[in-house]
């Protein structure tokens, strides 16, 4: 029996699908097949795939909303699991008792990690819980939120990882499954240790807290909706910021323009928005941004990502690195 073949024994012929375009999964719009693709509409699907994987000894990669991966030109050349299993809950209250809720001081918030990140800051904003209000509108989910420790106003401290209690993580190399507190992701900005160990999150629980002004709420979160709408080239096929900012202390050693940090403030003064390969365009409306104008291979976005590092190299200094998770074979470009 094939690998495929035995992958449909276990999940089920008819939800197996074989050379799946990723282009279709992903945000940039690119990508090649998945040798072989499965959706998982539980956490117990998503386990069932992994465990899959490792028995038939496949290749495996998990993907959620497919807003911050390049996919090769080439595709996945093993089982590409897509993670569909949803569900938000609150599981717990810390305080006192009170009508309306008053006392409530600290509430935890489940989200199954393939929630959307939009559906779990509408849950706490709707139960009036602070601290995901910046995840209104930020594509993704859960799962590949925490990898990235997704944020907005990194000044602020909003990231997702700051408001992480605990998680549950498969391991695909051994199947293990554990339970892990906040202190265990080592977050930073853009980081988190999963991005070494290659575990996946099944599921998570979020510690925020109560506000006194729900409405307030609100309306920050759709303040940050609006900013973003301005800034971002909303509508395009992209995958979000493409480079990571720099740190404080490289700004000032390498004197960029203003001392800033921002990757994208960096590959504007280079005068690069605009700059074109094939199909893929540096936005001109944000320069961190690589637009998909409709008919850009994976490569044409790695040349450009190239000639970005080269120049910023090349100018300030600098070497740039990428925010994007790359997916597949990249050998030969
Ligand atoms: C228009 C636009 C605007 C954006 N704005 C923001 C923003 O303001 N702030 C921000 O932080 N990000 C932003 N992003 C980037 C993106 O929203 C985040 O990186 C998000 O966390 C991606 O989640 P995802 O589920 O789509 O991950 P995917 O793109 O599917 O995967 C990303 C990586 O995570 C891995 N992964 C996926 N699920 C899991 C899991 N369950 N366990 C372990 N690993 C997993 C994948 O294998 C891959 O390596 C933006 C993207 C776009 C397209």
Known sequence: MSKTEEIKSILGPLRVFENESLSKH???????????FFEAKSIEDLKLALKAAKK????VVVIGGGANVLVSDSGFDGLVIKNRATG???????????????????????????????????FTLDQG???????????????GGIKINAHFEVEQGEFLGRRLASATLFNPKTAEITEVDQKYFNFSYDH??????GEIVLD?????????????????????????NEEQPIGTACSGCVFR???????????????????????DSLGLKGTKIGGAEISNHHANFIVNRGNASANDVIKLINLVKEKTKNTYGIDLHT???????????
């Not at 992903?26 to 072989?36: L, S």
Request: avoid cysteine.
């Open 26 to 36: 992903t945000y940039f719009e690119i990508g090649g097949p998945a040798k072989v």
């Open 192 to 197: 988190s240790k999963i991005q070494e160990t």
């Open 204 to 228: 998570a629980i979020f510690k925020l807290g109560k506000s006194p002004d729900p409405v307030n709420l609100w309306q920050k979160a759709l303040a940050n909706v609006k900013r973003r």
């Open 323 to 333: 925010e994007i998770f790359l997916i597949g074979d990249f050998k030969n470009v």
């Open 129 to 143: 819980l602070a601290g995901l209000e910046f995840l209104l509108s930020v594509p993704g989910t859960v799962g």
């Open 56 to 59: 038939v000894k496949i290749p």
């Open 88 to 122: 938000v809950k609150l599981v717990g209250l810390k305080g006192t008792y009170s009508k309306h809720g008053r006392g409530i001081k600290t509430a935890f918030v489940y989200a199954a990690s393939g929630t959307l990140m939009n559906q779990l800051a509408r």
């Open 245 to 267: 900012n720099i740190d404080a202390g490289d700004a000032n050693r390498l004197a960029t323009p203003n001392l800033t940090t921002s990757a994208g403030f960096i590959i």
